[in-house]
């Protein structure tokens, strides 16, 4: 097998439809494709069993988290490589092929995003060169093999072999961080992460978390960037973050209560306060 395909759905049925679709092209790639849905309350899962029977379906019956429901699948996957894909998502005809040839060419790449568009054609950013907190670090990303530090996770390929020694994704992040924490793993085995051009994937974005509130959201992105720091960096690097942190929090705070009588958008200033709030209150714990 070449490429196994693994999607993690959680209530995106309007979408995922298009996602599978777009997977059934003829594209010259022998492939697998695993779908794990956590616990959907829409018609997710009875939408797949009807309308694509060889899809590779696991239903759980709660939401394990992004992860932990990518890892389900691994057990199962026979490909060479893993190519890991949002439900939001559809792939160009060609993708699977130019992203397969590429990882056979560049054999010095453990894992590479592939080139995320937006609805409207437009280039969708997806690769980090820095990772969160990098900028008060010292020695401790020192000697990582190449210049890419990171790449979304909605659509990225990887090598079976250095996922599966990796032992997958650290199911300890739920949603948000888990990318960044596997591409750290896998450059620090000697690997470097690449990028993948001309592999086009339309990607939708954060359809999942339509209904969360921006507060909510942002809380849970700030508590993975806080287990990034405690997984891969020393106690005083930490310290030295959250200082930063510490400081722009109270001095945005104090200049938009400042301005708060001359904003008309009452709502958006009330998401930033509470949004620098969430930040002091988590650089004291």
Same mark, same amino acid.
């Given at each position: ?28 790639? #022998? ?22 029977? @060889? ?28 190519? *890991?894909?949002?439900? @939001? ?8 092929? +130019? ?66 020694? /990796?032992?997958? *994704?650290? #199911?300890?992040? *739920? ?24 592999? #086009? ?19 849970? +992105?700030?508590?993975?960037?806080? /287990?990034?720091? $405690? ?21 945005? /705070? *104090?200049?938009?209560? /400042? ?6 958008? $009452?709502?958006?200033? +009330? ?15």
């Amino acid at each position: 097998m070449d490429i196994s395909i693994i999607i993690v759905s959680y209530n995106t049925n309007k979408l995922i439809n298009n996602c599978l679709d777009s997977l059934q092209n003829p594209s010259g790639i #022998e492939k697998e494709i695993f779908v794990i849905d956590n616990a959907s309350t829409d018609e997710t899962v009875k939408t797949i069993s009807a309308r694509f029977p @060889d899809v590779n379906l696991v239903a759980n019956n709660e939401n394990r988290g992004f992860g932990a429901a990518n890892n389900q699948a691994l057990p199962s996957c026979r490909g060479k490589y893993l190519i *890991f894909l949002n439900p @939001d998502t559809t792939v160009a005809e060609d993708t699977l092929q +130019k992203s397969f040839l590429f990882m056979e060419v560049n054999q010095h790449v453990g894992m590479a995003g592939l080139n995320m568009v937006n609805p409207d054609g437009s280039h969708q950013p997806s690769v980090s060169y820095r990772y969160p907190g990098e900028k008060s670090t010292r020695d401790e990303l020192a000697d990582l093999k190449g210049p890419i530090a990171c790449v979304l996770g909605a659509a990225m390929i990887a090598r079976a072999d250095i996922i599966n020694r /990796l032992r997958g *994704f650290d #199911e300890d992040f *739920f949603l948000y961080g888990e990318d960044q924490d596997l591409c750290l793993r896998i450059r620090r085995l000697g690997h470097e992460i690449g990028y993948i051009k001309d592999a #086009e994937v339309l990607h939708w974005g954060g359809q999942s978390e339509i209904n969360t509130t921006p507060v909510a959201l942002f809380e849970k +992105k700030l508590k993975a960037e806080y /287990l990034f720091y $405690k997984k891969h960096y020393p106690q005083e690097t930490v310290y030295r973050i959250k200082k930063a942190q510490k400081i722009k929090a109270l001095y945005r /705070l *104090f200049t938009l209560n /400042l301005i708060s009588p001359f904003v008309m958008n $009452k709502t958006k200033l +009330k998401n930033k306060i509470d949004c620098y709030q969430l930040v002091y209150r988590m650089t004291k714990a």
